[in-house]
């Protein structure tokens, strides 16, 4: 079965360092994959998607993600992070099989000191 | 683009209630989708519709819930004699196409009293 890890569950960095975080898959073919932001409250923010071609792909607010067809990864990083990146960050490949629908890992939290 | 719009966005009912959620998706879009958020968790799959059509349906819909999108516009989520494990966040999301990005809207907070 489709499977998706974000290991870090809870990540805290001082405002202006880089970030990474990290998100491994399982999945049979050649993925499309999505990082998503939610605020608390909110629904989820659309960050950055790869569907094939470059493997460093970019996305808003100075994000980027790369995919490693090697390491089933798709890591997301920030070379400085603002206090308003606090937020929760989910990983989204294809479920595999149902057409379109997404697995979301656990998530991982970010807070940010001043 | 309006975003996807849900309704309410809280929910505060008695156990063995009826509640009923809507979910307004992009105009364009013909993908909906319905997952449900417990705390600490990420958004699990409920189902979705291709315009009208309810193409899936995950295991976690009981015979309790129901999911409509009778024109294929918008959509809604019926939860029957509610139980306290229905405490969630519900997002609804839509799409343009299967590989696209899904759009979510704020969600609907259900507490289950």
């Known amino acids: 079965a489709q499977s998706v890890t974000q290991p870090d569950i809870h990540i805290t960095v001082s405002e202006g360092a880089s970030l990474e975080l990290r998100c491994n898959y399982s999945y049979g073919a050649t993925p499309y994959l999505f990082w ?9 923010q659309l960050l950055l998607k790869y569907f094939s071609g ?9 994000f980027e993600a790369e995919f490693k067809r090697s390491q089933s990864s798709f890591n997301l ?34 807070s940010v000191k001043p | 683009d309006t975003g996807v719009s849900q309704d309410p966005r ?3 009912t008695k156990r063995g209630q009826n509640v009923t959620f809507r979910c307004d998706p992009i105009s364009e879009h013909n993908r909906l ?18 315009n009208e059509a309810q193409l899936e349906k995950s295991r976690l819909l009981s015979d309790r819930f129901s999911a409509e999108r009778p024109k294929g516009s ?31 809207g704020d969600g609907t907070r259900l507490s289950i009293l």
């Open chain 1, 36 to 44: 998503y932001v939610q605020s608390p409250g909110q629904g989820l």
């Open chain 1, 54 to 62: 470059d493997t460093l792909v970019q996305g808003i607010k100075g």
């Open chain 2, 33 to 50: 989708y319905w997952y449900r958020q417990t705390l600490g968790q990420g958004p699990e799959f409920l189902t979705y519709f291709q």
């Open chain 1, 77 to 110: 990083r920030k070379p400085s992070v603002h206090w308003s990146d606090a937020a929760e960050y989910f990983c989204a490949p294809p479920r595999g099989g149902s057409q379109g629908n997404l697995i979301f890992g656990k998530g991982t939290k970010l």
């Open chain 2, 74 to 104: 918008f959509s809604t989520l019926e939860i029957q004699r509610t139980e306290q494990g229905d405490s969630a966040m519900y997002l609804c999301a839509s799409s343009f196409s299967e590989d696209q990005p899904q759009h979510f």
């Open chain 2, 10 to 12: 809280h929910k505060i």
